[in-house]
């Protein structure tokens, strides 16, 4: 099928254009009988799947609402978030358009205020254009001027989703996979620290804010949206996030009391509350308690993030160092 022909300069596309070329990618079975198509993106909520939103003189293609894992909350629908079809090369996108947030969260007596910031995410996007361990894209205002970011999208395995897979045996998982995906983590972590050193924060660290690239096989960063202040540590938010990453991995999940209860209840009895994580008060940062072949250099690092810690790390470059550390130490 030839692409449809268009009015550039007019950047109008009329119905029956639209309707071709949405056919050159999802087939003319699944072209709507009535094409919407709209400008403006401030009430995200009637945008509906197979509309066509029209950005920077481009029509995309509506597909499904993407999904937030915040909190735990799985699959919880992101309405201003949305996959979509660039419909000039057929490029798969995600479509991030404006949805204000603001919460405050207590990490250790210290208070961070989070806030939505589509004007931060679209000035990291132009720092991180080069960078393999960043989402790739680029921002453009909408017809009532709201800041939308235009994603390409990444074909993947969620980080958390990977380490999950590995060795169910903790202990053979620690010997024998635990190094390698460490080392993932590192450049990760330096990742972060490129971030930093533009003097950009990500503001919100998570596992599952991790993709890994199915084509280079590289673990990249996604969700730059947030951003959040504090008087004690601008890049502490970004830090705590982290140390919850490197136990994740540590303990091959999340290590819970709820879980030592099922199936290691006597272990229960060698806990205290420093033990415990900062910030999710249910889950054990002192693996070593339960997991006695863990070096202490690598214990030492998380025990950072813990309830009975003294001292957090200031930098993401101390962080590195003790980590790097800790990380020569394995197996030894």
Same mark, same amino acid.
């Given at each position: 099928?030839?692409?449809?022909?268009?009015?550039?300069?007019?950047?109008?596309?009329?119905?029956?254009?639209?309707?071709?070329?949405?056919?050159?990618?999802?087939?003319?079975?699944? +072209?709507?009988?009535?094409?919407?198509?709209?400008?403006? *993106?401030?009430?995200?909520?009637?945008?509906?799947?197979?509309?066509?939103?029209?950005?920077?003189?481009?029509?995309?293609?509506?597909?499904?609402?993407?999904?937030?894992?915040?909190?735990?909350?799985?699959?919880?629908?992101?309405? /201003?978030?949305?996959?979509?079809?660039?419909?000039?090369?057929?490029?798969?996108?995600?479509?991030?358009?404006?949805?204000?947030?603001?919460?405050?969260?207590?990490?250790? =007596?210290?208070?961070?205020?989070?806030?939505?910031?589509?004007? #931060?995410?679209?000035?990291?996007?132009? #720092?991180?254009?080069?960078?393999?361990?960043?989402?790739?894209?680029?921002?453009?205002?909408?017809?009532?001027?709201?800041?939308?970011?235009?994603?390409?999208?990444?074909?993947?395995?969620?980080?958390?989703?990977? $380490?999950?897979?590995?060795?169910?045996?903790?202990?053979?998982?620690?010997? *024998?996979?635990?190094?390698?995906?460490?080392?993932?983590?590192? $450049?990760?972590?330096?990742?972060?620290?490129?971030?930093?050193?533009?003097?950009?924060?990500?503001?919100? +660290?998570?596992?599952?804010?991790?993709?890994?690239?199915?084509? *280079?096989?590289?673990?990249? /960063?996604?969700?730059?949206?947030?951003?959040?202040?504090?008087?004690?540590?601008?890049? =502490?938010?970004?830090?705590?996030?982290?140390?919850?990453?490197?136990?994740?991995?540590? =303990?091959?999940?999340?290590?819970?009391?709820?879980?030592?209860?099922?199936?290691?209840?006597?272990?229960?009895?060698?806990? *205290?509350?420093?033990?415990?994580?900062?910030?999710?008060?249910?889950?054990?940062?002192?693996?070593?308690?339960?997991?006695?072949?863990?070096?202490?250099?690598?214990?030492?690092?998380?025990?950072?993030?813990?309830?009975?810690?003294?001292?957090?790390?200031?930098?993401?470059?101390?962080?590195?160092?003790?980590?790097?550390?800790?990380?020569?130490?394995?197996?030894?």
């Amino acid at each position: 099928m030839q692409r449809a022909q268009v009015n550039d300069d007019a950047g109008f596309y009329d119905s029956e254009a639209l309707k071709q070329m949405i056919g050159q990618y999802v087939g003319m079975t699944g +072209v709507p009988h009535k094409i919407r198509l709209t400008e403006d *993106t401030s009430d995200f909520f009637s945008i509906e799947y197979n509309d066509v939103v029209l950005l920077g003189g481009r029509p995309y293609l509506m597909r499904n609402n993407q999904k937030e894992g915040r909190f735990g909350i799985d699959d919880e629908p992101k309405f /201003w978030v949305r996959k979509a079809i660039d419909l000039v090369d057929g490029a798969e996108k995600i479509i991030k358009m404006v949805f204000h947030e603001r919460y405050t969260a207590n990490i250790g =007596g210290i208070a961070f205020d989070c806030v939505r910031s589509p004007k #931060k995410e679209a000035r990291i996007l132009d #720092k991180v254009s080069g960078h393999d361990h960043f989402m790739h894209g680029f921002s453009v205002n909408d017809s009532a001027g709201n800041i939308i970011r235009i994603i390409d999208y990444i074909r993947g395995t969620n980080f958390s989703d990977y $380490v999950l897979s590995l060795n169910k045996n903790h202990e053979l998982y620690y010997y *024998t996979d635990f190094k390698r995906v460490l080392d993932d983590f590192i $450049v990760l972590v330096q990742a972060i620290e490129f971030l930093h050193n533009c003097d950009e924060k990500h503001g919100d +660290v998570r596992r599952d804010h991790i993709i890994i690239d199915s084509v *280079t096989g590289k673990g990249r /960063w996604i969700d730059f949206d947030y951003t959040f202040t504090s008087r004690q540590n601008r890049f =502490g938010f970004d830090l705590f996030g982290l140390g919850n990453i490197l136990l994740f991995i540590a =303990g091959r999940g999340d290590v819970t009391l709820q879980m030592l209860q099922k199936n290691d209840p006597q272990a229960l009895q060698r806990l *205290t509350e420093e033990d415990m994580n900062i910030v999710f008060q249910n889950r054990l940062v002192n693996l070593k308690k339960i997991c006695p072949y863990i070096n202490d250099a690598l214990n030492l690092v998380l025990l950072h993030f813990s309830n009975g810690a003294n001292v957090f790390y200031d930098t993401v470059g101390e962080f590195l160092e003790d980590l790097m550390e800790a990380r020569d130490k394995i197996n030894e």
